[in-house]
């Protein structure tokens, strides 16, 4: 759910065209962090676990990537109404 949540307001950010300072920052902190996040509990944890990074790529892909890109995609259809 949060990645869903920040695919959809960095969509939302990008979409609106109001790029001022302070959502600029929260957005690229909102991102950073999503990314750090990702690959420090998802990524590391299977690459251990298996050993194998495609493994552990096709985890970070189901579980990180497609939520957030599925936020985004939310966002811009409603935003395309």
């Not at 990524?43 to 970070?60: H, I, M």
Request: charged share 10%.
């Amino acid at each position: 759910m949060i990645l869903l949540f920040s695919g959809f307001f960095t969509a939302n950010f990008i979409a609106s065209g109001a790029y001022t300072w302070p959502r600029t920052s929260r957005t690229l902190a909102l991102t950073l962090t999503v990314l750090i996040l990702s690959r420090e509990f998802v990524y590391k944890e299977q690459l251990s676990r298996n050993g194998s990074t495609d493994r552990a790529r096709s985890a970070l892909l189901y579980s990180c990537v497609l939520p957030y890109g599925l936020g985004l995609l939310v966002m811009l259809i409603l935003w395309a109404l």
